[in-house]
């Protein structure tokens, strides 16, 4: 009985097999978010970058978080004047880090929308009325 593969073929099998799975390792190695070693050893992300704080004074409100980048947020919330100004730090070495400034704007009619983007169960203008017709009852009913 002969043998299905050569003699002389079945290192080439096996070369092929194990590249197979050396290439299904680094795929999966990839997708669960975990780097190679050696790569990214410059950048350091925070060990919870899910957290942030906050803390407000009389006219100010700051909020800090961290984006999907790894750099540090600050949202500042003018309370009197009703603006809105987004900051975002990197850190690193003195040529890789920096600061700038994302964006601002007035808020003020922003706050004044009744909803926007708006993906709840009952609109705003509904539960009004609701509340107008029977009062906090009318939050148990669904639609």
């Known amino acids: 009985m002969t043998s299905l593969i050569e003699p002389r073929t079945a290192p080439a099998w096996i070369l092929a097999g194990g590249l197979a799975l050396l290439s299904l390792g680094l795929v999966a190695e990839s997708q669960s978010g975990q780097n190679p070693p050696n790569q990214d050893q410059?950048?350091?992300?925070?060990a919870?970058?899910?957290?942030?704080?906050?803390?407000?004074?009389?006219?100010?409100i700051a909020v800090t978080g961290v984006d999907v980048t790894g750099g540090s947020l600050l949202f500042l919330i003018d309370t009197q004047t009703r603006h809105l100004s987004v900051y975002q730090a990197q850190g690193g070495?003195?040529?890789?880090?920096?600061?700038?400034?994302?964006?601002?704007?007035?808020?003020?009619?922003?706050?004044?929308?009744d909803g926007f983007n708006d993906k709840s169960e009952i609109s705003?203008?509904?539960?009004?009325?609701?509340?107008?017709e029977g009062g906090a009852g009318a939050v148990s009913e669904k639609d």
């Open 42 to 46: 410059n950048r350091t992300l925070p």
């Open 48 to 60: 919870a970058p899910a957290y942030g704080t906050a803390d407000s004074n009389g006219s100010m």
């Open 93 to 113: 070495t003195s040529s890789t880090s920096n600061l700038r400034w994302v964006g601002g704007r007035n808020i003020d009619l922003d706050l004044q929308v």
């Open 124 to 132: 705003y203008k509904e539960l009004a009325r609701r509340f107008a």
